[in-house]
């Protein structure tokens, strides 16, 4: 009820504040002041919800009616090829190979890091997300499977402009999202900023089970689980632009979080002998705080050569993020008959200091022939991990040496590119070459551990664009890309789930490197057929190593041998009704590698097939509906095989005042039936998970929007054309 009340009060007081800034409009007007006569141009026109457009794969969210209540993580399933594996690592074409930019700037994060930022962040916000497919050698070499770009709503026009929103959700508990951005822009500077307050709650319960080895005898494990997080998020941004001359850009932006994390953990694990007596029951109760700080700076300055687009830019970073980790975990163990045999405690402690500082340079020569681009870039990265666990003995907590270390990590790159672009009549050929220098070294200060790492690779790129005629183009592109292990994934730290089944890193992951080839076709610019190949070596992926002595798995990320994967994709747009669109969709996909088993290896092999459905439907006085399906087909994920998975979004949204109100309702995953369900393929264990996440939700959002467009900015037509 006091959540309920407070959501009222919030709509009231922006339909207060909407009324008196009406009010004051009016008076203007009455008096006779003079006030500018807005002047635009409206371009009535509709984007297809999924685009595919020079090498990328785009996701349009600007008039989404599904983004109330959801964040970027969430929003980001809904982009082709993207999965979620069971830690919520995010998945694209079957591999956690990603790099993903912010309004085209490197967020450098990975593996869980990168998670937790997303999941503070509101869909909300959002124009659009972008998938490369096949970067150029201007990008980084980092992601096999591609980069994503996320980016936000902006508004470039002169004059000030304020956005205020206020949502509320429901799933399992109750949820709200609070947002202010605002910007303002003149001829010679801009500001811009935005404060965000988000609670998204959620609970994650599962099945496990497996088979172990205990005294000698054979047992099996039944597993039930209940995870619940309770999280606030604080985002906040700030940003200014200042053209100093008429050839000088300075901007500077900053944004960061805090999140106040908390988590309660519970697993009651039940062991059988084969004849299905019970042997034992283990009930486990972790309880952890984790609060995150995220901290990113960027400084640019650019210097426009000429007015044919001639410029340099530099760019300098600085990231800081620390995870600030602390756990009490206590196992009650009962015998078969129920009577209590033994309780043990542990407490963790293990905090975590990532800083990431990078300088680049980039040059854009465009000539009428052809266009030059060249840079340099040198980026130093440094994690510290000082992990301790400590068990409770005789009344007091003594710590588990065995368990406990301190790792660090550092990485240096040193990188230039160049690249060509050159038209042939009407084909548009681009050629590149990135260089890479890479040291690494992770050592634990125990000196139990110390690996270094010192390579040099060369990162080719090609892409070719030809129109066939009028009504049909095709893109052919391949590209060379490195998928270094995540910070996390390098770092021995242990993550319990319970005393038989926990996480840890690996710091004796390598690189993995891969081709992608990409064909892509399209036809009157609607209907595109991709095909995308990629040839990975030390394909990285999840394993389970079996502890002979205590029975307990261990799950990490390994180096498996080469893997192949094979794409296609078709986009079909379809026009039910005047009032009616609809969007298919479709994949077909392979996957191949081997995997460990007691005998040696063994090839996996799967054919998998997904498709989604976006429908947009404008119905009477204004409301646009938007109705979602998504399939997957099961695939492979390391050693694991996955589950088929179905869900639905619906949401409608009703714009006032020329669109300067905005209500938006959203349900998700209408039929709670999305899942997270796979079974291990190795004969080293017959590990398997069945998790449910919360993700049944409705979410009910209002938006205001004070100011606008008070004069078009001189030559930027295709540009206000963009944001209508």
């Not at 635009?40 to 990328?56: C, D, M, R």
Request: proline share 3%; charged share 20%.
């Amino acid at each position: 009820m006091r959540i309920t009340y407070l959501f009222s009060m919030r709509i009231f007081l922006i339909l207060w504040m909407m009324l008196q800034i009406n009010c004051l409009l009016a008076q203007d007007s009455a008096t006779g002041r003079k006030t500018d006569t807005l002047q635009e141009v409206i371009v009535k026109g509709k984007k297809q919800v999924i685009e595919i457009n020079k090498g990328k794969i785009v996701l349009n969210l600007q008039n989404s009616a599904l983004t109330s209540g959801i964040s970027v993580f969430d929003a980001l399933k809904k982009l082709p090829g993207v999965t979620i594996g069971q830690d919520e690592n995010i998945l694209l074409r079957g591999t956690s190979g990603i790099n993903v930019m912010i309004d085209g700037k490197m967020t450098y994060l990975s593996g869980k890091a990168l998670t937790t930022m997303l999941q503070g962040m509101s869909a909300e916000n959002l124009s659009k997300i972008e998938l490369l497919t096949a970067p150029s050698a201007e990008f980084d070499a980092a992601g096999n499977a591609g980069i994503i770009n996320i980016v936000t709503k902006k508004r470039n026009a002169l004059g000030y402009a304020i956005d205020l929103r206020s949502g509320i959700s429901i799933g399992k508990y109750w949820m709200v999202n609070e947002n202010i951005t605002a910007s303002l822009n003149t001829k010679k500077w801009s500001l811009y900023g935005s404060l965000d307050y988000n609670t998204p709650h959620r609970v994650m319960t599962g099945k496990s089970g497996n088979t172990v080895a205990d005294n000698g005898e054979k047992m099996l494990i039944d597993r039930a689980t209940e995870n619940v997080f309770k999280i606030r998020y604080y985002t906040y941004r700030v940003g200014a632009d200042w053209q100093a001359g008429r050839k000088h850009l300075l901007s500077f932006n900053y944004n960061g979080y805090f999140d106040d994390f908390v988590a309660a953990k519970s697993s009651r694990l039940k062991m059988y002998y084969p004849n299905g007596m019970a042997y034992s029951d283990i009930y486990t109760q972790n309880n952890i705080a984790e609060p995150y700080h995220y901290d990113a700076a960027n400084l640019s300055y650019k210097f426009d050569i000429d007015t044919s687009g001639k410029k340099i830019t530099t760019d300098a970073h600085y990231i800081s993020y620390r995870n600030l980790s602390d756990g009490l975990m206590t196992s009650q163990t009962s015998n078969g008959d129920g009577n209590p045999t033994r309780v043990s405690t542990l407490r963790q402690h293990q905090p975590g200091f990532i800083t990431i500082k990078s300088a680049k340079t980039d040059i854009d020569l465009p000539y009428k022939s052809f266009s030059l681009k060249a840079g340099i870039k040198y980026a130093i990265t440094s994690n510290d991990n000082a992990y301790r666990f400590d068990s409770l003995a005789a009344g007091g907590f003594v710590e588990a040496e065995t368990m406990s270390n301190h790792f660090k990590y550092e990485e240096k790159i040193f990188a230039v590119y160049t690249s060509v672009l050159q038209k042939f009549n009407k084909t548009v050929v681009e050629a590149g070459l990135r260089f890479e220098n890479t040291y690494a070294k992770g050592f634990t200060v125990k000196q139990d551990l110390n690996n270094t790492w010192k390579y040099t690779r060369l990162f080719p790129s090609l892409s070719v664009d030809y129109p066939v005629n009028n009504n049909n183009k095709i893109n052919v592109s391949v590209s060379r890309r490195i998928n270094r292990p995540s910070y996390a994934d390098l770092n021995p730290v242990r993550w319990y789930n319970d005393q038989y089944f926990y996480y840890s890193g690996n710091p004796e992951l390598q690189p993995e490197m891969a081709w992608l080839f990409s064909v892509a076709y399209s036809l009157h610019s609607k209907y595109i057929l991709t095909a995308t190949y990629g040839l990975r070596d030390h394909y990285m992926g999840r394993q389970l190593i079996v502890d002979p002595s205590t029975g307990a798995i261990k799950s990490q990320t390994a180096n498996f041998n080469n893997a192949k994967r094979l794409d296609l994709n078709m986009s079909v747009p379809f026009n039910i009704m005047p009032f009616w669109d609809l969007q298919l969709n479709s994949g077909l996909n392979y996957t191949t590698y081997p995997i460990a088993v007691t005998a040696g290896l063994k090839q996996l092999s799967q054919w998998g097939v997904s498709a989604q459905l976006q429908q947009q439907v404008r119905l009477p006085y204004d409301l646009q509906l938007q109705v979602s399906g998504f399939f997957y087909s099961p695939e492979l994920l390391g050693i694991y095989k996955t589950a088929t998975v179905f869900f639905m979004d619906a949401g409608i949204k009703k714009s006032f005042f020329k669109n300067n109100l905005v209500l938006q309702l959203t349900g998700s995953d209408l039929f709670s039936t999305n899942r997270y369900k796979a079974m291990s393929q190795t004969n080293i264990t017959d590990y398997y998970y069945h998790d449910r996440p919360d993700s049944r939700r409705i979410a009910f959002s209002i938006r205001y929007h004070i100011g606008g467009k008070l004069l078009h900015k001189k030559g930027n037509a295709i540009e206000e054309q963009e944001r209508l």
